[in-house]
């Protein structure tokens, strides 16, 4: 079997399941995703998991822990199938794509950090360029949030809160009953902790994941079919990052966060990073 030209590579991971004190409850050897793996040069390549489509409701529930008003209304989203990058892109891959690596936490394994959305941007061009018929980009914030819950509903995919066995993000906090844990002021390598239902490492903190969409005040308006919502060619307009980092709170980790801090697409730290997604063939 092939996907997009590919070969078909299929694995099989374990997910986790806590409840609300942050106790493991439930854990899954049974899932599996498929994945191409997109070549890119000196033995380096980057796995992309295929995502099934379906609709999903974005945005949180008025009760849940927490929120903020810019994740409503919620709204019904259906979302095409896609494929996502199984991790954040590392520093290996930026510097292999790019010809360099801006990130403060070197390793080859971590994230690739200190990227701004016009760097992200460039990456996915280059990346584009480099493969043969397939178009690479950064994720809509629909398909990030799909993406990232993998079905779920809860305000995390690990449940109704995170620890940091599960997540690295600033352990100093907590987020429902769970106990405070360890803070470790440095990116993770990717990969180290478990993955959602769909095969994804990482939606919640290590580092902020750049969205292709403007931002916007509310959903009111956002498109219903996943794709990004963009205000005509205002090279301007403030970008959203989504999925929390190693320094900010397990709160800005929750699947429906959306980051505002007027992030303008020059912005560069040591806690935003990105991954990519890939929709099928190349149109030009």
Not at 147 to 167: H, M, Q, S, W
Not at 231 to 257: F, M, Q, T
Request: glycine share 10%.
């Amino acid at each position: 079997a092939k996907l997009l030209g590919l070969p078909q590579w299929s694995v099989e991971f374990e997910t986790v399941k806590v409840n609300a004190t942050g106790e493991e409850v439930e854990r899954n050897s049974k899932q599996q995703a498929k994945f191409f793996k997109e070549d890119l040069g000196n033995g380096i390549s980057l796995e992309m998991v295929e995502i099934p489509g379906g609709s999903f409701t974005m945005g949180s529930p008025a009760g849940e822990k927490g929120r903020y008003e810019y994740e409503s209304p919620q709204e019904e989203v259906k979302v095409p199938t896609f494929f996502m990058g199984r991790f954040e892109i590392t520093q290996q891959q930026y510097q292999q794509v790019m010809g360099k690596n801006p990130s403060s936490f070197k390793g080859d394994k971590r994230p690739v950090e200190q990227v701004s959305w016009n760097d992200a941007e460039e990456f996915c061009k280059k990346l584009t360029q480099k493969t043969t018929g397939r178009s690479y980009s950064l994720p809509s914030e629909a398909q990030w949030e799909y993406a990232c819950r993998a079905r779920t509903k809860t305000p995390f995919y690990f449940g109704e809160t995170i620890t940091t066995d599960l997540v690295n993000y600033n352990g100093n906090y907590k987020y429902a009953s769970a106990e405070t844990g360890v803070y470790r002021k440095t990116t993770t390598e990717v990969g180290k902790f478990p993955p959602n239902a769909f095969g994804l490492y990482d939606m919640h903190g290590n580092v902020w994941e750049w969205c292709l969409d403007d931002w916007h005040d509310n959903y009111e308006g956002t498109p219903k079919d996943g794709s990004p919502w963009i205000e005509g060619n205002d090279s301007n307009s403030i970008k959203v990052v989504r999925g929390g980092s190693w320094y900010h709170l397990p709160n800005n980790c929750r699947c429906a966060y959306r980051n505002t801090n007027n992030i303008g697409r020059d912005e560069i730290t040591d806690h935003f990073g990105f991954r990519v997604v890939c929709v099928g063939a190349r149109t030009t």
